[in-house]
């Protein structure tokens, strides 16, 4: 979900070019649904090949940690090598991740299958985000922010139905999205590149991840909402099928995908309504949906309703979009422009952590304590968190009114 990086691409159409943007937010969408597909499985896996929560979870954030490593250092490379070049790159990448997927037998192939995949999401990620702002400025941010989060939710609820429904779902889900990439690497021939190549595409490999002073005020404040828009992310992916399951009492992967269906689809959804509105507004919204959709679904957990469960998920899907969006939009204009790049690894860092490392708690805890108390000690933190960001914004706004 990152966006353009501020390093000096070179923008060569006068006019938008619906074609490209086309492409690329199908792309963006393919690769976020395929790094969601390997959820409704998890516990096919987990059957079949007897580990532990606590790996299930370290395998999610596996694909994590492997992304946020490989955008922090590749996150400018298509401004030096052009866009097509290491998209490319990205589409072969994750063809191997999917070989792998298709290949394995026990837990180090799946590792290896969801590092590779986070490397090459972590490839993409960035020269994507760029080249559909390139294709069309106006329409190519909100392309950018809305793709992704709709690509994790119809990954995890279509690779449900594959489990479902269909025959050998651990091979047919990644031998149809191996199929898919082939002809999107294909597709890539006809899009025109976007970028001139230039040189300093080594030195670009550096890490760079930098706070400016005159945002670290602001990023504190809104640090609690994106920790815990994030954390409820990385909680729905991992175990959030197994939590509905043990509501439910049913199993069906469809069902229980719902949970990870509806997070991010509500949350991408909820940036397209609110991106015209000042960043304090998705801010607030996001962060009373969090909490309001955090104990909705803790009730759903308490009294075992399925429904009321899922509509907390929907509700704090508004919360997830909205929070992060209005976190972004805080912060980023306070930036200068030549450290923005190096904010937004920053940003970033922040927000993989929250998921992958508070989701590898929860899978610890849930294998010392249990789903139902993890959860509840998980979800209370969640609202905690949201509400600290509210209440520090509401606090900020009156202060800027009182300085006017």
Do not use: K
Request: aromatic residues 8%; proline residues 7%.
């Amino acid at each position: 979900m990152a966006p353009p990086s501020s390093a000096g691409s070179t923008n060569v159409y006068p006019s938008p070019r619906p074609g490209a943007l086309l492409y690329y937010t199908l792309l963006m969408v393919t690769f976020l649904a395929a790094s969601s597909a390997p959820t409704p499985l998890y516990q096919a896996y987990q059957t079949a090949w007897g580990f532990s929560t606590t790996w299930l979870t370290l395998i999610f954030a596996s694909y994590i940690f492997a992304l946020m490593i490989t955008l922090l250092v590749t996150g400018s490379l298509s401004d030096y090598l052009g866009r097509r070049p290491v998209v490319a790159v990205a589409i072969v990448l994750e063809l191997l991740s999917m070989g792998l997927f298709l290949l394995a037998d026990d837990l180090v192939w799946l590792l290896a299958a969801r590092v590779m995949q986070g490397i090459a999401t972590g490839v993409v990620t960035s020269a994507l985000a760029a080249a559909m702002l390139d294709s069309d400025h106006t329409r190519g941010p909100v392309m950018a922010s809305i793709a992704p989060l709709c690509g994790m939710g119809i990954g995890a609820l279509v690779a449900g139905a594959l489990v479902t429904y269909a025959p050998s779902p651990m091979h047919l889900t990644y031998a149809l999205l191996a199929a898919l990439l082939a002809l999107q690497l294909l597709l890539l021939r006809r899009i025109p590149e976007s970028v001139e190549r230039r040189p300093g595409a080594m030195a670009s490999l550096r890490p760079r991840a930098r706070v400016p002073p005159p945002v670290r005020g602001p990023l504190l404040r809104t640090i609690p909402a994106v920790i815990s828009s994030w954390a409820l992310g990385g909680f729905s992916l991992s175990l959030g099928p197994m939590l509905v399951e043990r509501v439910s009492g049913i199993h069906n992967p469809v069902v229980d995908c719902l949970i990870t269906f509806l997070l991010p689809f509500v949350g991408g959804i909820s940036i397209l309504y609110l991106r015209a509105r000042p960043p304090h507004v998705p801010l607030l919204i996001g962060t009373a949906c969090l909490i309001v959709g955090m104990l909705l679904m803790l009730s759903g957990v308490h009294l075992q309703l399925l429904a009321l469960l899922l509509f907390g998920a929907a509700v704090a899907g508004v919360g997830f979009g909205a929070a992060f969006m209005g976190a972004m939009r805080t912060i980023m204009p306070m930036a200068p422009a030549h450290e923005r790049s190096a904010l937004m690894a920053a940003f970033y860092v922040i927000c993989y952590l929250s998921a992958s490392s508070l989701a590898l708690l929860g899978g610890i805890a849930t294998q010392h304590f249990g789903l139902l108390p993890t959860t509840y000690a998980y979800g209370g933190l969640v609202a905690l968190l949201s509400l600290a960001a509210f209440l520090g914004t509401l606090i900020q706004r009156r202060l800027d009114a009182h300085a006017r």
